[in-house]
Nanobody, 125 residues
Framework: QVQLVESGGGSVQTGDSLRLSCAAS????????MGWFRQVPEKEREFVAK????????QYAEFVKGRFTIARDNAKNTVYLQMNSLEPEDTAVYYC??????????????????WGQGTQVTVSS
């Protein structure tokens, strides 16, 4: 069992930065691939970024490449999402998810076993 708690969201202006954190409790955090997704009302949860168990492999959605960076600290059981050059279109609730890492794709939400409660990011122009 893994429990995830996101933090770091907020209201910012276009071009600003935020760093989201996702703290995990439970055992064997380093066995999990971690992903960040986002969701706006009446739309499906959307892949943003994912990182493998060691941090050695990452993948990003096309719309965040060059602006967002995912990282993890297994000693702290935490995964991060550094978001730079934020745009109003980035406004959403951001969720982190965890799935046992069998070297899969992990870019769709249905494969994830655990989710946090989400953190709101609002970007105004």
């Amino acid at each position: 069992q893994v429990q995830l708690v996101e933090s770091g969201g907020g209201s910012v202006q276009t071009g600003d930065s935020l760093r989201l954190s996702c703290a995990a409790s439970g055992r064997h955090f380093s066995s999990y691939a971690m992903g960040w997704f986002r969701q706006v009302p009446e739309k499906e949860r959307e892949f943003v970024a994912k990182i493998n168990w060691s941090g050695g492999s990452t993948q990003y959605a096309e719309f965040v490449k060059g602006r967002f960076t995912i990282a993890r600290d297994n000693a702290k059981n935490t995964v991060y999402l550094q978001m730079n050059s934020l745009e109003p279109e980035d406004t959403a609730v951001y969720y982190c998810g965890a799935v046992i890492d069998y070297s899969g794709s992990y870019i769709t939400p249905e494969v994830y076993d655990y989710w946090g409660q989400g953190t709101q990011v609002t970007v105004s122009s």
